[in-house]
């Protein structure tokens, strides 16, 4: 009698303990699916002829500049102001900076204040401020196969609100089309909920020749890299819930489409959930097996 109680408890406790695991599972699944905010850590390395950034604050570091000419906007005209310019230059914050190189031709630096304020400083070798610029400047690096030659190193800091690539949507005579040419986007996923801390992969996205690749309103760092390849090669990181491909043509609100860490790659990649579920299907499938156990002594009458 005394073994039949106890073993009756035990099944119990063991339904008791399946009905609770199924229920606390069932509700971490409503938490993810509901509640639980999933962002994405892209880390984006490309290959392109063209880069624009908007400065959200003042970078931190300064854009070294050798052999460098510089035209200013004055009195509505269109000035050169240094043919042959050794130095740096100190960009302000709210500054739109176009950054371009097509094939092996020369680097251009094109930056622009909207609000009709300094873009920025220059400052000579011996670190001295010697100019402070208007609205807008253009830059232009020549024979940049020469100064690689000669072991400089020319790598610009990248920070703000940045967008890859150009849309080509109509040629014009005797113009050039600068575009990205190709890229690869690495995603990191992770909870600001549940498991806070817990990073999962969520898989990669490979751009093409024509694409471009858009965040909204999310700062991005890295730099931009001039070597013996041709164009640019930029690496960048940058946090945010999605980031939108567009495809060449027409641009338009709705062309391209979205990326980003999903549920599925949660399920698929994140520790803690596998962790938690086979917790959980292990406790079930330890009372589901005592429960058929105890079924077939009973119908045996072991």
């Given at each position: 009698m005394k073994t039949i109680i106890a073993k009756n408890n035990i099944r119990k406790g063991?339904?008791?303990?399946?009905v609770v695991s199924v229920t606390a599972f069932m509700l971490y699944l409503i938490l993810l699916l509901f509640f639980d905010n999933i962002n994405t850590l892209f880390n984006i390395t490309a290959h392109t002829e063209i880069i624009k950034f908007h400065t959200t604050s003042?970078?931190?570091s300064r854009y070294n500049l050798n052999n460098a000419s510089i035209h200013v906007a004055q009195n509505y005209e269109f000035k050169e102001i240094y043919n042959s310019f050794n130095g740096s230059l100190e960009i302000n914050k709210d500054v739109n900076v176009e950054l371009e190189r097509i094939s092996n031709g020369a680097i251009i630096f094109s930056?622009?204040?909207e609000d009709g304020k300094s873009i920025g400083n220059l400052y000579n070798a011996s670190n001295s401020k010697i100019y402070t610029a208007s609205d807008y400047m253009l830059i232009e690096i020549h024979e940049v196969d020469s100064l690689l030659n000669s072991g400089v190193s020319i790598v610009f800091p990248l920070s703000g609100i940045v967008e890859l690539g150009k849309s080509v949507d109509v040629?014009?005579?005797e113009e050039t089309s600068p575009v990205l040419r190709s890229g690869d986007i690495s995603m990191t996923g992770y909870s600001n909920f549940i498991g806070k801390g817990q990073y999962f992969e969520a898989g990669s996205e490979q751009l093409y020749l024509g694409d471009c690749l858009e965040f909204k309103d999310k700062e991005a760092i890295g730099f931009v890299a001039v070597n013996d390849n041709p164009a640019l090669q930029v690496s960048y990181r940058?946090?945010?819930e999605e980031?939108?491909?567009r495809k060449p043509g027409p641009k338009a609100n709705n062309s391209g489409y979205r990326?980003?860490?999903s549920l599925y790659d949660r399920f698929v990649n994140d520790r803690l959930f596998q962790g938690l579920s086979l917790i959980f299907a292990t406790l079930i499938a330890l009372s589901t097996v005592f429960d058929f156990v105890q079924n077939i002594k009973k119908s045996f009458k072991i």
């Amino acid at each position: 009698m005394k073994t039949i109680i106890a073993k009756n408890n035990i099944r119990k406790g063991l339904l008791g303990v399946a009905v609770v695991s199924v229920t606390a599972f069932m509700l971490y699944l409503i938490l993810l699916l509901f509640f639980d905010n999933i962002n994405t850590l892209f880390n984006i390395t490309a290959h392109t002829e063209i880069i624009k950034f908007h400065t959200t604050s003042k970078p931190i570091s300064r854009y070294n500049l050798n052999n460098a000419s510089i035209h200013v906007a004055q009195n509505y005209e269109f000035k050169e102001i240094y043919n042959s310019f050794n130095g740096s230059l100190e960009i302000n914050k709210d500054v739109n900076v176009e950054l371009e190189r097509i094939s092996n031709g020369a680097i251009i630096f094109s930056l622009e204040n909207e609000d009709g304020k300094s873009i920025g400083n220059l400052y000579n070798a011996s670190n001295s401020k010697i100019y402070t610029a208007s609205d807008y400047m253009l830059i232009e690096i020549h024979e940049v196969d020469s100064l690689l030659n000669s072991g400089v190193s020319i790598v610009f800091p990248l920070s703000g609100i940045v967008e890859l690539g150009k849309s080509v949507d109509v040629e014009i005579f005797e113009e050039t089309s600068p575009v990205l040419r190709s890229g690869d986007i690495s995603m990191t996923g992770y909870s600001n909920f549940i498991g806070k801390g817990q990073y999962f992969e969520a898989g990669s996205e490979q751009l093409y020749l024509g694409d471009c690749l858009e965040f909204k309103d999310k700062e991005a760092i890295g730099f931009v890299a001039v070597n013996d390849n041709p164009a640019l090669q930029v690496s960048y990181r940058i946090e945010a819930e999605e980031a939108v491909v567009r495809k060449p043509g027409p641009k338009a609100n709705n062309s391209g489409y979205r990326i980003s860490a999903s549920l599925y790659d949660r399920f698929v990649n994140d520790r803690l959930f596998q962790g938690l579920s086979l917790i959980f299907a292990t406790l079930i499938a330890l009372s589901t097996v005592f429960d058929f156990v105890q079924n077939i002594k009973k119908s045996f009458k072991i």
